[in-house]
T-cell receptor, first 114, second 115 residues
Framework: DAGVIQSPRHEVTEMGQEVTLRCKPISGHNSLFWYRQTMMRGLELLIYFNNNVPIDDSGMPEDRFSAKMPNASFSTLKIQPSEPRDSAVYFC????????????FGPGTRLTVT | AQTVTQSQPEMSVQEAETVTLSCTYDTSESDYYLFWYKQPPSRQMILVIRQEAYKQQNATENRFSVNFQKAAKSFSLKISDSQLGDAAMYFCAYRIQGGSEKLVFGKGTKLTVNP
């Protein structure tokens, strides 16, 4: 199995630009999670989907952040416009009942906003 | 709200020795899961061990074991015969059983293994 795939692995952008992070969950997993990791705040859940439907988006910082899951094999996290404080590592994870809801993490995307 | 606290920002251990990482949590739930994740410099999050709250027996995975004290809401990780490859950030995490699948993480403990 290929595991959770995230792209890009690194992204450097200027303040004000739009950033789109992508995630492909493990095939057969029906829950998908987006996390953000910073030194100050640690690992925070931004949003999670179950069967492509957003279940809990209470961690999404503000309206500049949006996430979609158009189908079971793809999700995006978009930041528009980006700000320097958005610099972080963004992780995607997936799971399913068959996995007893053990979350499998992707390699993360390191975002730097200058 | 559930919270997870790791009181040791950094720990160090000599190779082949034993080290214990601390974790406490706060919850009003009776059924839940607890996890320890390892994050090496590659930043990949790797599940080390998990514990179901209803199980009294402490989980063990090779050199890794936990001391789960439900009444005290404590969940420590013991690493025996430490190896250089154990050097990493270690995160304690909590999830309720049923309902929301979200994980709540502690801030992490950076473990250094000295040769």
């Amino acid at each position: 199995d290929a595991g959770v795939i995230q792209s890009p692995r690194h992204e450097v952008t200027e303040m004000g630009q739009e950033v789109t992070l992508r995630c492909k969950p493990i095939s057969g997993h029906n829950s998908l999670f987006w996390y953000r990791q910073t030194m100050m705040r640690g690992l925070e859940l931004l949003i999670y989907f179950n069967n492509n439907v957003p279940i809990d988006d209470s961690g999404m910082p503000e309206d500049r952040f949006s996430a979609k899951m158009p189908n079971a094999s793809f999700s995006t996290l978009k930041i528009q416009p980006s700000e320097p404080r958005d610099s972080a590592v963004y992780f995607c994870a997936s799971t399913s009942r068959a996995q007893d809801y053990e979350q499998y993490f992707g390699p993360g995307t390191r975002l730097t906003v200058t | 709200a559930q919270t997870v606290t790791q009181s040791q920002p950094e720990m160090s251990v000599q190779e082949a020795e034993t080290v214990t990482l601390s974790c406490t949590y706060d919850t009003s739930e009776s059924d839940y899961y607890l996890f320890w994740y390892k994050q090496p410099p590659s930043r990949q999050m790797i599940l080390v061990i998990r514990q179901e709250a209803y199980k009294q027996q402490n989980a063990t995975e090779n050199r890794f074991s936990v001391n789960f004290q439900k009444a005290a809401k404590s969940f420590s990780l013991k690493i025996s015969d430490s190896q250089l490859g154990d050097a990493a950030m270690y995160f304690c995490a909590y999830r309720i059983q049923g309902g929301s699948e979200k994980l709540v993480f502690g801030k992490g403990t950076k473990l250094t293994v000295n040769p």
